[in-house]
């Protein structure tokens, strides 16, 4: 079983910045696909970022240019610096992470995300 612990979360302003940063308790850090979910209130949890084992990321359009993902495999860390926040940001972030050879996935237990002036 891998524990996901994710962390960063906080009030910010409009324009302003948060890191999310997210553990992982696996000595096989390096064969996950790991990724950032979100899910605002009343709706579906939707993924933000996400980057390969080899450290390719991709980005949902409403983020792009905005947010950047992260990995560390010798500390076992993925990161999420978000810049330019604005209030549709808004909601609660989540770690995910998918082993590439055996499919399992899991989650983190979640970060509150609000942008508000």
């Known amino acids: 079983q891998v524990q996901l612990v994710d962390s960063g979360g906080g009030l910010v302003q409009p324009g302003g910045s948060l890191r999310l940063s997210c553990a992982a308790s696996?000595?096989?850090?390096?064969?996950?696909?790991m990724g950032w979910y979100r899910q605002a209130p009343g709706k579906q949890r939707e993924l933000v970022a996400s980057?390969?084992?080899?450290?390719?990321?991709s980005y949902d359009d409403s983020v792009k240019g905005r947010f950047t993902i992260s990995r560390d495999n010798s500390k076992n860390t993925v990161d999420l610096q978000m810049n330019s926040l604005k209030p549709e940001d808004t909601a609660v972030y989540y770690c995910?992470?998918?082993?590439?050879?055996?499919?399992?996935?899991?989650w983190g237990q979640g970060t509150q995300v609000t942008v508000s002036s």
């Open positions: 696996t000595s096989r850090f390096g064969i996950y696909t």
């Open positions: 995910h992470g998918k082993n590439i050879v055996t499919r399992r996935e899991f």
């Open positions: 980057i390969t084992s080899g450290g390719s990321p």
